[in-house]
């Protein structure tokens, strides 16, 4: 079963796709950014131009959600899942500006293992979303919001761990701010994944 009920041609589908796939690639580049241990700033400096492209596809979603008489499924529905997906690239840029306002350039430990839960969650994000467009995959979007509330749950933990850490070692009290920051917007990723995959679950039950 699909949903092509509109009468304009939007495909709502797609613009949401264009977004959980700049997710992905800037997820990416944020792993790449840190993996080394030291900041790769090129690599940082693409999130900029992917979170601008994913505003893009956003912006599209609202000005034809604003126009149209027929959706493939509830307004608020739609509004919400732009608006994660939106938020979950505005927070990548956000660690990425945060680290290069901070002039970090050492990158701990912590936050390299942080980056590859993020492209985890990315991808499941982005699995999830592609399988919106048709009720076949219900399945395998269920699995992939499974997922996701898995890394997030795991995130929490890493979060608690990298904190514990920071405030043990670390003596100068500027450095234990700016690395408390940027590991608590890390976690916040995981968290908005998990907030898209709750608008994602919703639409899938309402449509079963």
């Not at 949401?16 to 950014?33: D, L, P, R």
């Not at 700033?41 to 008489?69: G, P, R, W, Y």
Request: with cysteine; hydrophobic share 50%; proline share 1%.
């Amino acid at each position: 079963m699909k949903f092509n009920f509109f009468p304009e041609e939007v495909d709502y589908f797609k613009l949401f796709e264009q977004q959980s796939y700049y997710i992905v690639k800037a997820a990416e580049a944020f792993k790449v950014a840190v993996a080394g241990g030291t900041l790769d700033v090129a690599a940082l400096a693409k999130i900029v131009t992917l979170e601008a492209q994913a505003d893009e596809a956003s912006h599209a979603v609202i000005a034809h959600l604003n126009k149209a008489f027929i959706t493939p499924f509830d307004r608020e529905d739609i509004h919400s899942l732009t608006k994660a997906l939106d938020d979950i690239i505005d927070m990548l840029n956000t660690i990425s500006n945060r680290l290069t306002v901070y002039k970090i350039f050492e990158v701990k430990k912590n936050l390299v293992e942080f980056s590859l839960v993020i492209e985890a969650a990315a991808r499941a994000i982005d699995s999830a979303v592609k399988g919106v467009r048709d009720m076949k995959n219900y399945q395998l979007v269920m699995a992939s919001c499974v997922e996701i509330s898995r890394l997030e749950n795991i995130s929490d933990s890493m979060r608690d761990t990298a904190l514990a850490g920071l405030f043990e070692n670390e003596k100068d009290p500027i450095v234990v701010i700016k690395w408390k920051e940027i590991y608590e917007d890390a976690e916040t990723v995981l968290d908005i994944c998990a907030d898209a995959a709750h608008v994602v679950e919703s639409i899938m039950f309402k449509q079963a």
